[in-house]
């Protein structure tokens, strides 16, 4: 590994992204249990059962349109799965990923049910080691920045001008990205952190000249007369992710199995039943049955690495890192499971 130390220029430094809100809203780490017992024969030792935590902390993310997690939560699938193992599920809805990996960093959260690789880099950077465990989109579509009519009309007009968004994340990254591509930095706006409905509040209200916005919110966005000025293709490959804390996947592979299982069992029961599937996510985000198909089609559900992923996280990297938003430059390899490669 490359170890550089420096500061970052235009950035706060890395640990300070990471917000600790989430880690103290969740509650900690449950205590172990001894699994379902089995009948010995008789005359013989009962086996030792495995022990398990008394329950599994998972974030829940819907944002930007994660049909697989919605589908698992109305359909009870992971509660189901795992009441066979005597494990109790505790959802946490944190949208943010860098709030998530902060939280698993705590040891408060399990399992980040969506991640963006953004989050995972910056985490692996400052030395708090997540894991990929699966990869799950390639939602092009789903980023953009949003402007009122009447604002920006190009990213070049955005110098000087007030953005707001999550920092620490893809969108940060699409952000930052679009800029350097047109000659400028993150130094030639005023960047402001805001989570996304907050700053869709700010647009709307014109307290701010640019939003990043995902999913639902950009349909929201348009019909409430703002508009995209760009998403994230052609700048970026974004790439969402299950992560795990590197201490559950040693101490219970099982159950992270099992985990990655349901939520396979969960991609099939949407390739067969797209319909409905769109419905319970429409229902979810509040928005319409024809809002939720076109999200759909915009999510890019993917459900194993491929050969362009490694180098996309590579070059995301390099990204990063160049633009010293990252101290050290890390191989994702280093922190990619098998399991995301389907083995």
């Not at 989430?22 to 024969?41: D, I, K, N, S, T």
């Not at 700010?202 to 640019?210: C, H, K, V, W």
């Not at 969402?240 to 299982?261: C, E, M, N």
Request: without cysteine.
């Amino acid at each position: 590994m490359n170890i550089v130390t420096r500061k970052t220029r235009g950035f706060p430094a890395v640990p300070a992204l990471f917000a600790l809100l989430a880690v103290q809203a969740l509650a900690a780490p449950a205590p172990l249990h001894a699994g379902p017992q089995r009948e010995a024969p008789s005359g013989a030792a009962a086996p030792a059962a495995p022990a398990y935590p008394a329950a599994i902390n998972v974030s829940y993310v819907e944002s930007p349109f994660n049909l697989q997690i919605m589908v698992m939560r109305e359909r009870r699938m992971l509660e189901e799965a795992f009441a066979a193992k005597g494990v109790e599920v505790r959802w946490h809805e944190i949208n943010s990923g860098a709030d998530q990996t902060q939280a698993m960093a705590a040891g408060s959260l399990d399992i980040g049910s969506v991640i963006n690789s953004t989050s995972i880099i910056l985490a692996n950077a400052a030395g708090n080691r997540v894991e990929i465990a699966a990869l799950v989109s390639r939602p092009r579509q789903t980023f953009a920045l949003m402007v009122r009519d009447g604002g920006p009309r190009s990213i070049a007009e955005l110098r000087g001008r007030t953005v707001a968004g999550p920092k620490g994340t893809v969108l940060h990254q699409m952000l930052v990205a679009a800029l350097v591509r047109e000659g400028l930095g993150p130094e030639d706006l005023n960047f402001i952190q805001m989570g996304l409905p907050e700053a869709r509040a700010a647009l709307l209200s014109g307290q701010i000249d640019g939003a990043l916005q995902a999913a639902s919110l950009i349909i929201r966005d348009q019909e409430a007369g703002a508009r995209i000025l760009f998403t994230a293709d052609g700048y970026l490959t974004p790439l969402l992710f299950t992560a795990v804390r590197p201490g559950f996947a040693a101490s219970w592979p099982d159950l992270l199995q099992l985990y990655l299982d349901t939520q396979e069992a969960a991609f099939d029961w949407i390739a067969a039943h797209r319909d409905e599937a769109v419905a319970i996510g429409s229902r979810y985000q509040q928005i319409s049955p024809e809002d939720g198909a076109k999200l759909f089609e915009w999510s890019g559900i993917a459900r194993v690495m491929e050969n362009d992923d490694l180098p996309a996280l590579r070059a995301d990297v390099d990204f990063l890192y160049d633009q010293e938003m990252i101290e050290v430059r890390v191989r994702p390899e280093d922190f990619i499971r098998p399991s995301a490669y389907g083995r």
